[in-house]
C-alpha cells in the first residue's frame, strides 16, 4: 500500500523494483524499531534434525545479534543479496550505490560477520 501511495514519486523512465525495494528496506527499518522484534519465534522443529531446538533458538538468536551489529548499510546489501537472492546491479539499485559499493559493504559484512557467528552458512 506504501508503495501504490508514493507511485506518483517514481521518476518516469526509472526502473520499478531497485524503487519498490527502497520501499520495502525503509519498511523493514521501521518494523525492526518495534516490539514485535524483540520476540524469538521459531518454526516447529524438523523431525530429522539432530539438533535441538533449544540449539536451533540459540542459533537464531546470535545470529540476529551478529547481524545487528553490523551496520545499516551493510546489513541492507547483506539481506538484499542473501536473503532476497537478487543479482548485484539490483541490489546495488536498491541500496543506492554502484554495483562495486554493493560488493565491497556484501563482502565487508561478511568479513565481520564471520567471526561474530562463524560462517555464511549460517545466514541462509
Known amino acids: 500500500m506504501r508503495a501504490w501511495r508514493k507511485l506518483s514519486r517514481l521518476r518516469p523512465g526509472s526502473a520499478v ?3 519498490f525495494l527502497g520501499i ?9 524499531r518495534g516490539r514485535w522484534w524483540q520476540l524469538i519465534r521459531t518454526s516447529q522443529p524438523h523431525l530429522t ?8 533458538v540459540m542459533r537464531r538468536v ?14 541492507r546489501v547483506l539481506i538484499l ?8 546491479n539490483e541490489v546495488a539499485a536498491a ?20 567471526p561474530l557467528h562463524g560462517s555464511e552458512e549460517a545466514l541462509t
Open 81 to 88: 543479496r542473501v536473503y532476497l537472492d537478487l543479482p548485484w
Open 17 to 19: 523494483r531497485p524503487w
Open 24 to 32: 520495502v528496506a525503509n519498511q523493514c527499518r521501521e518494523q525492526m
Open 49 to 56: 534434525s539432530s539438533e535441538l531446538p533449544e540449539d536451533t
Open 95 to 114: 541500496a543506492g550505490v554502484t554495483e562495486a559499493g554493493a560488493r565491497s559493504r556484501y563482502y565487508r559484512a561478511l568479513d565481520r560477520l564471520r
Open 62 to 75: 546470535a545470529l540476529r545479534e551478529a547481524l545487528m551489529k553490523l551496520g545499516d548499510r551493510e546489513r
